[in-house]
């Protein structure tokens, strides 16, 4: 994995699993770069993802469990989107981790 | 699911012994710690310039420390028995995945040092100098022991290669040899007090997102306590139970329990952690430091009982070290046993016929049984020898009609590790995670074909996350996995608490207040 990215001509660090070194340099072109790397098309239901993902973190400083992750897209999609399986359809390397990364958050750790 | 860069294996009916392929995984090592990990956990950043003579001190110091550690360096005879234990050797073919391969990378430095032969004769005995390579060595390989100690159940001379696996990390992380998965983890617990590093607010932010989960299902209000004073039991159980699937649904489960047995209980923030990465790593300093936050927590909370959530090597240290590392324990309840596993605590009320459960409500599954490495062979439940074994299938037949076990060479001391368990439950290890999960996998598919079994219950967070990611690269579904208490939870008819038929009193729930009604349905 190449130590930095680049996005719209401007060069971005990241650690040696992809993710940003500096969660504060994250840009919308970040997640864009990083799905090409994984040879995934954005679109308008991963930034749903996205979007959500950095607003949480934003609030709580960590990635949303996956049950809270799911709920939320559950109530703002309908039921039938609110599921793991839906998530992962999206981010085929697992919603934590790989929606993470594309959303500039720091990788989840621990036993998951 | 992320498609492999690697060959899977296929599997088969039984697991065969394969023949070997020297170093066939001689490339795989894990990420290495940086220096902020290392100094919050006590260690050098970085290899010194002396760094064998630092090694071979530190081994002298542990082997006179672990009188054990020595007398298994000293004992092997080369018999053979254990050679095909090993799920990484059964899953890579690489002979040093053999238990007695990986010992002897430890042993030919021990007989080089600190034996009289090994120091005069070093190619007679088999004895090497500590060099660069051999460190390598120890890094890649010390790191595809999953410390499951199946090969000691085999070992006429009751070798423990985990034990080794644990010396080999402590002294490769004293010359600044970390690894970046396990000591991220443990700098994080000492930061933020779970190794996912869920602060306070998202914690009760998840639990409160759980109490209207379960009211909306079952029209009962169920707690998920945070930081309560005064409760009767704190329950510790590893951040995965808050954040992952399966891991949540079995979280649920030991609520729906305690609501049931009527006693109050709180989860600590600041012991939000079960694991205990401490001992993946082999130090004592670390596991004391981590277990430490349990007894603190405890006497800040006032709680009476410790419960442990389902978590494999959590078990074990708390099972068998948590007197030492963090007693006494005077001032608990002492009727009761200290700490207790939420298994336990759910049997017992099974059995006073205290829990009213619905088979039925499971009947869309067959199950079977995964033994987690850790509770099996290092720790046990109950009162009497093989609890560990018969509680939770005591618990699985009180809540399912459909449960077969697998093949009986692959189950109870005899388990084979998920392949993720000691600290290789990371993305840079997944070509390991995958090969040695195959043995495991081999009993699965054949109860599967011959039993119809659909789902594999487990009680412990690392199998639960292992498996969800391994099983797809075997053509299997990833929910195929769950937590032993998903199944009591969903069986379990919870009967409607006091507040449920008091709306004024007052509690988190206020929005849902308006609905009690919905609560003489439950």
């Keep these: 994995m190449a130590d930095t990215i680049e996005v719209d001509g401007k060069e971005f660090a990241v650690d040696e699993e992809g993710y940003l070194s500096n969660l504060n340099d994250w840009v919308p072109g970040v997640a864009g770069v990083m799905a090409k790397q994984d040879n995934l098309e954005l679109t308008d239901e991963h930034w749903d993802i996205i979007n959500f993902l950095r607003e949480y973190y934003e609030e709580y400083q960590i990635a949303p469990a996956v049950r809270v992750l799911t709920k939320a897209v559950g109530k703002k999609l309908g039921k039938e989107k609110g599921n793991s399986k839906y998530l992962y359809s999206l981010f085929p390397y697992g919603p934590a981790k790989q929606a993470c990364r594309f959303a500039g958050l720091p990788k989840p750790t621990g036993c998951v | ?522």
């Design chain 2, 1 to 522: 699911m992320a498609k492999a860069t690697f060959e899977v294996p296929a599997l088969s009916q039984y697991t065969e012994v394969p023949p070997v392929t020297p170093d066939a995984m001689a490339h795989s090592a894990p990420f290495k710690s940086k220096d902020e990990w290392q100094d919050a956990l006590g260690f050098p950043g970085e290899l010194p310039e002396d760094w064998q003579a630092k090694a071979i001190d530190k081994m002298g110091d542990l082997l006179g420390k672990y009188r054990s550690l020595r007398v298994y360096m000293d004992s092997c005879v080369k018999c053979g028995s254990c050679t095909d234990k090993c799920h990484y050797f059964l899953g890579t073919k690489d002979p040093k995945n053999m238990p007695v391969g990986r010992q002897d990378l430890m042993r030919k430095v021990y007989r080089r040092y600190f034996t009289l032969a090994g120091r005069f004769f070093p190619k007679l005995v088999g004895a090497e100098d500590f060099t660069k390579e051999v460190l390598d060595d120890w890094y890649s390989y010390f790191h595809q022991c999953s410390q499951c100690r199946r090969c000691s159940v085999f070992c006429p001379y009751g070798i423990d290669t985990a034990e080794i696996s644990m010396a080999a990390r402590e002294i490769m992380d004293s010359i600044g040899v970390g690894q970046k998965y396990c000591n991220e983890i443990i700098a994080k617990v000492y930061r933020i007090g779970n190794n996912l590093g869920l602060p306070g607010p998202a914690l009760e932010d998840t639990l409160e997102g759980l109490e209207e989960d379960v009211f909306d299902d079952t029209g009962v209000k169920v707690r998920y306590p945070l930081d309560e004073e005064g409760a009767e039991i704190l329950l510790v159980t590893p951040s995965a139970d808050f954040f992952a699937e399966p891991h949540v649904d079995g979280l649920i489960g030991y609520g729906k329990v305690f609501h049931e047995a009527g006693v109050s209980w709180t989860i600590s923030s600041y012991a939000s952690e079960a694991a205990n990465f401490g001992m993946f790593i082999g130090s004592y300093a670390n596991m004391r430091k981590l277990a430490q936050r349990i007894r603190e927590a405890a006497i800040k909370l006032k709680v009476k009982r410790i419960v442990f959530g389902e978590c494999g090597h959590a078990w074990r240290v708390a099972y068998s070290f948590l007197n030492t590392l963090a007693g006494p324990w005077d001032f608990l309840d002492p009727r009761y046993p200290v700490p207790q596993h939420i298994c336990e605590f759910t049997y017992e009320l099974i059995k006073e016929g205290k829990l009213n459960l619905d088979k039925s409500e499971n009947d869309d599954k067959v199950l079977t049984f995964h033994d987690s490495c850790n509770v099996a062979r290092a720790s046990r439940m109950g009162t009497t020898p093989g609890g560990q074994f018969e509680i939770p299938r005591a618990i699985l037949k009180a809540t399912c009609n459909n449960f077969y076990d697998m093949d009986e060479d692959t189950i109870r001391d005899r388990t084979f590790c998920c392949g993720g368990g000691g600290g290789l439950l990371t993305d840079d290890l997944m070509e390991i995670r995958v090969k040695g999960a195959k043995p495991r996998l081999d009993a699965l598919n054949n109860v599967m074909q011959e039993k119809g079994v659909t789902h594999m219950a487990a009680i412990c967070a690392i199998c639960k996350s292992q498996f969800t990611k391994v099983l797809p690269y075997y053509g299997m579904e990833m929910d195929q996995i769950v937590s032993l208490h998903q199944l009591v939870s969903n069986a379990l008819v919870l009967t409607p608490g006091e507040d449920d038929e008091e709306p004024d009193e007052d509690d988190d729930l206020d929005k849902n207040d308006n609905d009690e009604d919905t609560d003489e349905a439950a």
